[in-house]
């Protein structure tokens, strides 16, 4: 059974102003702000604005120009912070969540951005 959108969750109650942000930057299809919970030195969640629930749900349901501006958008915060290693940054993690067994806490489409230290392995057999 696919996950249903909750247009009363968090991020989607950010994106109509309800609840502030610190914002990183904003297109007309994607909002980025810190984390508030930040895992790392840099924590930044990536947020299209319309109303996906997933990697899956919005590759298959956003217009081409959504898909192209929160992925311009991904690479340009990568850029503006330093992570990226191409151009002397130490790396960065990109995650994103879905479903119970992806441990994906709120049904909106979200990328986190993490970087800013060595972030270990990804996952540990279990």
Known sequence: ???????????????????????????????????????APVHVLVVP??????????MANASDEEILDFTRLTARIIADK?????????GYRVIGNAGRDGVQEVPHYHLHILGGRPLGRMLEKG
Do not use: W
Not at 50 to 57: E, I, L, P, S, V
């Open 49 to 58: 604005k319309g109303a996906y629930t997933c990697h899956d749900d919005f």
């Open 82 to 90: 330093g992570l990226s290693p191409g151009q002397g940054g130490e």
């Open 1 to 39: 059974m696919p996950l249903a959108y909750d247009d009363q969750n968090i991020f989607a109650r950010i994106l109509r102003g309800e609840i502030p942000n610190n914002t990183v930057a904003e297109t007309e299809f994607t909002l980025a702000f810190n984390d508030i919970s930040a895992q």
